[in-house]
């Protein structure tokens, strides 16, 4: 992959705080660049307040406050005119790929594949990919500047602190089965 290659993330992949944090430590790799939209801030947000009481909003919004600072050029404005033209199994994800596609992305990282079918991403020049096979290609690609995220992902983890075995199976718990079992060869590394 190359810092050319533009991904937007959909919401469903920015919903659980491990893979989230995981995703944004890749961000900022530069292998390539990230995206998302506010509306796709919304969606997470608003699942995470409904399962989660014990959050406030206040402190969500600085969780986007700080995606967006830190993550270059992360924030897809001005795409609403595209969905009317997408055609989705789902018509409320067509946000998603008309933000991919105002951005220039080529891929979408979801867990949600069928929403996102081949068939209507292909005039877009757009393809969906689960986050697991995601970041197995970028570990295949580029496996130093992957370990190196991975690392100070975990480095970052203070409450509590986790073994580099405990945080693999926080991975393995999000979906992400062959890229934690590529990165267990490589776990004095993390």
Known sequence: ?????????????????????????????????????????????????????????????????????????????????????????????????????HCGASLIVTFNLRDFPAQALAPFHLAARHPDDFVADLLDQEPARVLEAVARHRRSLKHPPRSADDYLDTLQAQGLTQSVAMLRRWDAAI
């Not at 919903?15 to 997470?44: F, K, V």
């Not at 947000?45 to 600072?69: I, K, S, W």
């Not at 997408?86 to 409320?92: A, K, N, R, T």
């Open 1 to 101: 992959m190359s810092s050319r290659l533009t991904v937007v993330y959909d919401a469903c992949v920015l919903y659980p705080a491990p893979l989230r944090d995981l995703l944004m430590h890749l961000a900022l790799t530069d292998l390539y660049r990230a995206c998302w939209s506010d509306r796709i801030h919304d969606e997470w947000t608003r699942n995470v307040l409904a399962n989660r009481p014990d959050l406030t909003p206040a402190q969500l919004n600085r969780t986007r406050q700080l995606m967006n600072a830190h993550v270059r050029d992360s924030l897809v404005a001005g795409f609403e005119g595209l969905i009317p033209s997408i055609d989705l199994p789902d018509p409320d994800d067509r946000h998603v790929a008309a933000a991919a596609v």
